[in-house]
């Protein structure tokens, strides 16, 4: 079982920053890839972004590549989404999920929200 809890959301202008952070806990953590998705009213969730414990591999949607980063701390095991140049349609819930493989959840956190102002 896995428990993820995410935090660092709120309001921010267009332009801004913000950074999401998911502590997670649970056993054989290690072997699942941690991803970002988000989601907005009326649409399916969507995948943002990935990272593995091990080897750190990255990966991005292309809505995120270039202005969003995820990063690990395999000490504390947390997952950070910082998220810059923020924009209106970044708005969404983001959750934090551990899946077997990259851009899959199997287990999630409960969500953050995040608004862009224009």
């Known amino acids: 079982q896995v428990q993820l809890v995410e935090s660092g959301g709120g309001l921010v202008q267009a332009g801004g920053s913000l950074r999401l952070s998911c502590a997670a806990s649970?056993?054989?953590?290690?072997?699942?890839?941690m991803n970002w998705f988000r989601q907005t009213p009326g649409k399916e969730r969507e995948f943002v972004a990935a990272i593995d414990w091990n080897f750190g591999y990255e990966y991005y949607a292309s809505s995120a590549k270039g202005r969003f980063t995820i990063s690990r701390d395999n000490a504390n095991m947390t997952i950070y989404l910082q998220m810059n140049n923020l924009r209106p349609e970044d708005t969404a819930v983001y959750y934090c999920?551990?899946?077997?493989?990259?851009?899959?959840?199997?287990?999630w956190g409960q969500g953050t929200q995040v608004t862009v102002s224009s």
């Open positions: 649970g056993r054989s953590l290690s072997t699942y890839a």
């Open positions: 999920a551990a899946g077997v493989t990259m851009r899959r959840g199997d287990y």
